[in-house]
């Protein structure tokens, strides 16, 4: 029932970008409700070998140190090449690492353009900066300003269609 009622919410995760499955594995029934959890996202259509999902076990501050290394020890398991992500929210304790798989895993997604565009153009700076993830920029001794930027793929058609014939690295 309660899928039921949140189900509208829970149908935006089919749209995501990424998704993040944090799990609290100081509650002792973490596997039940990670089994909950799986079975809502396969009902949504999300395998549970999506390449969207990171996995997040929480709460690492609770744990002695045995059961601690124990959760290290599965985690760092082949599952696919996909370790699950050991993290304190209370003590900032691998959150460093979050944000790392987080980029890493949207970066694999994107595509990495290289637009030149006039330095006078201020308006096209601007709608590359708010459309588009900005990784570099340069004024070249050619009077233009060359841009590396990264996008999603459904938006990289708009970038070519407002700024031209770019080159596509890493494609």
């Given at each position: 029932m309660l899928v039921a009622a949140f189900r509208a919410t829970l149908e935006?995760?089919?749209e995501a970008d990424l998704i993040l499955h944090v799990r609290d594995v100081s509650h002792g029934d973490t596997a039940a409700q990670s089994a909950d959890v799986i079975e809502v996202l396969r009902d949504l259509g999300?395998?549970?070998?999506?390449p969207r999902l990171i996995e997040v076990w929480n709460k690492i501050d609770r744990l002695d140190p045995a059961e601690r290394e124990r959760l290290d020890n599965l985690a760092s398991r082949d599952n696919g090449g996909r370790r699950p992500v050991?993290?304190?929210a209370l003590t900032g304790e691998g959150i460093d690492t979050l944000i790392v798989a987080i980029e890493t895993e949207?970066?694999?997604?994107?595509?990495?353009?290289?637009v030149a565009l006039d330095l006078t153009d201020g308006a096209g700076i601007s709608w590359l900066h708010r459309h588009a993830e900005v990784l570099a920029r340069d004024a070249g001794a050619d009077g233009r300003m060359h841009m590396t930027v990264r996008v999603a793929p459904d938006r990289a058609g708009l970038v070519r269609a407002k700024f031209g014939a770019e080159k596509i690295r890493g494609q």
């Open positions: 935006e995760v089919i999300i395998a549970p070998g999506d050991l993290v304190s949207l970066a694999r997604s994107r595509l990495t353009l290289d």
